[in-house]
């Protein structure tokens, strides 16, 4: 096969790909960061602490992360044609992609968000902030370059997902590399679609390493920011204590 024929080949594959990743993609931290959130929250000793809500959470997150993509793809199958009509093709993959990586990420949410400074969250809690203002002002934010991080890892592994996707109809570079580089023994095609993940997992993984180095390094609207609005909150009232005095 020459390279005017791989070329159209390889560009419907990579946008196939690209739509399954993004779509999933979007789902599962639209989904995954309150789920991740909850863990944490119903915790014990948590803001809104309710351990029989965290153990059914926690079991269902267990379950989906615990399943294999290929099985998991085979189980929902009837619960992804009734939601896209069809269980072939890369809309029918994006179902199965967004399922699997929800509770993936929200694990990865729950230790981002527990490695932010308690000292915080009861400092904003003594100035009368409710649940909702916590999480809104201290845990997102603090949390933030750790949530890039997870995103990151996360579009990584969805794409390894996707891949295994190609394999049963899902389209994408790894239906291209099942169909020619393996059933019509087309090996330069298949080591060109093999090269092409690399390269994109590589500038996806360089891409959000940037952004959370400099969303640490900048503080972004995590680091000092929010340590001296509080610090400045607080300073007035030791001053009125003191004139009180």
């Not at 909850?38 to 602490?49: A, E, K, M, N, Y």
């Not at 619960?79 to 809309?91: A, D, L, P, S, Y």
């Not at 390493?209 to 972004?220: C, F, I, N, V, W």
Request: hydrophobic letters at 50%; proline letters at 4%; aromatic letters at 6%.
């Amino acid at each position: 096969m020459t390279w005017s024929e791989m070329q159209p080949l390889l560009f419907e594959a990579c946008s196939e790909t690209f739509r399954m990743v993004l779509w999933s993609t979007l789902i599962a931290v639209a989904a995954g960061l309150p789920l991740g959130l909850l863990l944490v929250l119903t915790d014990r000793g948590g803001l809104g602490q309710n351990v029989v809500a965290n153990k059914v959470i926690g079991q269902v997150v267990n379950v989906g992360r615990s399943m294999p993509f290929i099985i998991l793809m085979v189980a929902l199958m009837s619960f992804t044609r009734w939601v896209t009509g069809t269980t072939i093709g890369t809309t029918a993959a994006i179902v199965p992609l967004a399922i699997g990586g929800i509770p993936f990420f929200a694990r990865l949410v729950e230790t981002a968000v527990r490695e932010v400074d308690h000292g915080l969250v009861e400092a904003v809690q003594s100035m009368g902030g409710n649940t909702w203002t916590i999480v809104r002002k201290v845990l997102v934010p603090e949390a933030l370059p750790s949530l890039i991080a997870s995103t990151t890892t996360t579009i990584i592994a969805l794409i390894g997902y996707s891949a295994m996707a190609g394999t049963v109809g899902g389209g994408g570079l790894g239906d291209l590399a099942v169909r020619y580089g393996y059933q019509r023994f087309e090996t330069q095609l298949m080591w060109i679609t093999v090269g092409i993940l690399a390269v994109v997992i590589s500038l996806i993984q360089f891409a959000g390493d940037l952004a959370a180095r400099s969303l640490h390094s900048r503080g972004g609207r995590s680091g000092p920011a929010p340590r001296l609005r509080l610090l400045k909150a607080k300073e007035p009232a030791a001053a009125d204590v003191g004139k009180a005095a």
